[in-house]
């Protein structure tokens, strides 16, 4: 090809110029008819540096008669060790470029390892780490994008060309990991990019997928471990509630009775029976709050019936409706046609629809928005009730289902509501997440087992 390139014909036009190795050659002025350069002797000598890789050495002069068979040979000796030099000289370069790599995986190993340090801080660690184990360092800019993060050594946009990989996590996308250079460079023709560095950032994004893996499961783990824990706590201050309800509903019952007998009584002095309904008033009030206590500490089991989750959101709704109304508050139901039947107790999961309808309704005292939505499947019934109240920070979300804590002034709340909202959810089988951020609102969802799932895991405890 570059014979019938140089000198504009097809090489079995010149065969008897061809040497048994394949050289070409030429000695007189037929070369300097055929070459626009003007060379009277022409050698054109190819050598193998690797599979797949040759090269081509050229030899010309403006004398004619310059080569001979003799120096044709010598020539194409020389072309040989040529071969072997540039052959050597990649191999080299080959071996720097598998260095780098190996190094590269070897620190993210090491800060994979290290679990004290926060995810963050080692995504950000493994992009500075990349640019060094390309071809390019000066010229290269790495980055791992993970929905809004970005950990980036550099500006991104200003990338010409680039290589990514996704980060895959049980068959989901959660993000890419990419580098490219901010200019080009002459040998960017035969590619920008080596197929070893293929491979590498594809070895780097399953490390990274990795990392994001082995930190949710130690969240779920911190996770679990809380609710271990508050499930520990609840049990402890259910037990000494019931205690304390039991010794106070006894003497609060006798002072109630003999407080309404009293009021009963013939001409009292106005001052009396005002004291007096200022007693039954507060025993009224403390009753309540022991019926609340025994119910937290559910010292009656939850009487369980098949029933539809609408039903009770219905049935609770038709009591609160007026007091969204008053309070300027929009509500919006949601509910699904498609829900499985449940287990459960009505006036109970009432109680949870009130507690938390309530609290929503305190949580927006200049009006807003109420959504109560239900949905299902196979396997359970979710209810969400979601406001758009002042909200709660973290702190406060932290402990919102620990049992007397509350943000209300003294006299406005006992600090049980959601609380109880736990213990019974919890009574069903069921689970109950809340999210809220201060100024943009509260979600709690709610999801309860469907009868048949119910039905399944009391088989199989049998």
Known sequence: EYVRTVLGCAPDELADHFTAYGSFWMEHSDAEGRCSEGAKSLVVIPFEVSAGYAGLLRLDSRKAGVFNPDTIDFYETLAQIVGMGLADRRAHAALRERVKELTCLYKISR??????????????????????????????????????????????????????????????????????????????????????????????????????????????????????????????????????????????????????????????????????????????HARDIVNKLMLFARQRPPRKVLLNLNDVVEQSMSILRARCEKGAIELVQTLSDDLPLIFADSSQLQQVVVNLVVNAVQAMPGGGRLSIVTYGDADSATLVVQDTGVGMSKEVLAQSFEPFFTTKDVGEGTGLGLAIVHGIVTSHHGTINCASQPGAGTRFEIRLPAASQVEEQEENAR
């Open 111 to 284: 800060i994979t390892s290290q679990a004290e340090v926060p995810i963050a801080e080692q995504l950000r660690r493994i992009a500075e780490l990349l640019p060094a184990a390309w071809q390019y360092p000066d010229l290269a800019v790495a980055g791992i994008v993970l929905g809004a993060d970005t950990y980036a050594t550099g500006d991104l946009a200003a990338v010409r060309v680039r290589q990514s990989q996704d980060i895959v996590l049980d068959g989901v996308s959660q993000g890419r990991v990419e580098i490219g250079y901010v200019a080009d460079r002459p040998d960017f023709v035969q590619g920008a990019f080596l197929e070893e560095e293929a491979d590498l950032l594809s070895a780097v994004a399953r490390e990274i997928a990795d990392i994001i893996g082995r930190h949710r499961a130690a969240e779920r783990g911190k996770e679990l471990e809380e609710h271990i824990r508050r499930a520990d706590r609840l049990a402890t201050i259910g037990q000494l509630v019931a205690g304390v309800a039991h010794e106070i509903n006894e003497p609060l019952n006798a002072i109630l009775g003999c407080a309404q007998l009293a009021r009963k009584a013939p001409q009292l002095d106005g001052y009396v029976a005002d004291d007096l309904d200022d007693i039954i008033a507060a025993s009224l």
